[in-house]
């Protein structure tokens, strides 16, 4: 499956074992974790599609690809936005943004939300304006709300009057801990086989090329790119190669190709070295 066909579906998510794993099995955190790795990448995976789509015979249409080269480069590297609507990012936000469970028979939809920066869980009539580090930890509130432990909205149309000093012991005993959880940074546990170990292979040299018409794609290729020298030795093969036509040939062409490798080789660590010095 290639990025193209990876993004346009939203039905399976790849492991790092190459193995296809039913999102609506994934964890939430795992889901979450998912949507991150893709979104972390999307300027090198924009560039995948690019070059896929330039594959094909007929440029497809969809509300999620771009309709030509051009719109692509519009984006002027600015590539989140366009990841974020993909079919499969959308599921995997939506996935791992949302759990529900039935709870003392009564079925609760728990909702992530960013705040203050932070992932945390909520559910509607939850008393923690914080919110919970997990669906798990607000499952216990909305449990003690349901049966009649603590104060809430869902006790309430349970028909329970918890008492005042009731509701402050079981917060005490049972939420307080729990509330204090997860404020150090946003930290999302995941499974171990989830994630790819390597980065996503470097751009396609035709669609980085093409996008780097752009100075803003150019300028987000060069930040999300891990592996600077890769074309550097890929021309290095390249020329080698050419060189060892050259020598058995003898031909002038074959010579001159070596010498037009040998510019290119030239121009790109000059853009290497002059990267660094930016930094």
Not at 35 to 64: I, K, M, N, T, Y
Not at 117 to 122: A, E, F, L, M, N
Not at 161 to 186: C, D, F, I, Q
Request: aromatic residues 8%; negative net charge.
């Amino acid at each position: 499956m290639n990025f193209l066909s990876l993004l346009g579906q939203a039905n399976v998510w790849l492991n790092r074992h190459g193995d296809a794993v039913p999102i609506d099995d994934l964890p939430t955190d795992d889901a979450w974790a998912a949507f991150g790795w893709l979104r972390d990448h999307a300027v090198s995976l924009a560039a995948h599609v690019l070059d896929e789509l330039l594959d094909l015979p007929e440029w497809p249409q969809s509300d999620w690809l771009p309709a030509s080269p051009d719109d692509m480069i519009a984006l002027g590297g600015n590539a989140q936005p366009w990841l974020k609507a993909t079919p499969l990012a959308q599921k995997l936000i939506k996935h791992g943004s949302s759990r529900t469970e039935t709870i003392d028979g009564e079925t609760v939809t728990f909702r992530a939300l960013s705040i203050g920066g932070i992932r945390r869980w909520i559910f509607t009539g939850c008393i923690t304006a914080g919110g919970y580090a997990s669906w798990q930890d607000a499952a216990v509130e909305a449990k003690l709300q349901l049966t009649g432990q603590t104060q809430g909205r869902l006790a309430a149309q349970r028909g329970h009057h918890v008492e005042r000093k009731v509701h402050r012991a079981n917060w005490t005993k049972h939420l307080t801990p729990l509330t204090e959880k997860g404020y150090s940074g946003e930290v999302v546990m995941f499974s171990y086989d989830l994630l790819a170990d390597d980065w996503p292979p470097r751009p396609p040299r035709r669609a980085a090329t093409l996008l780097a018409a752009s100075p803003d794609w150019a300028a987000a290729l060069t930040q999300s790119d891990h592996d600077p020298f890769g074309d550097i030795r890929d021309l290095l093969q390249q020329r080698a190669e050419a060189q060892q036509r050259a020598d058995r040939s003898k031909r002038k062409a074959d010579t001159a190709a070596v010498d037009r490798l040998s510019g290119e080789i030239a121009d790109a660590v000059a853009v290497v070295l002059d990267g660094f010095t930016e930094l």
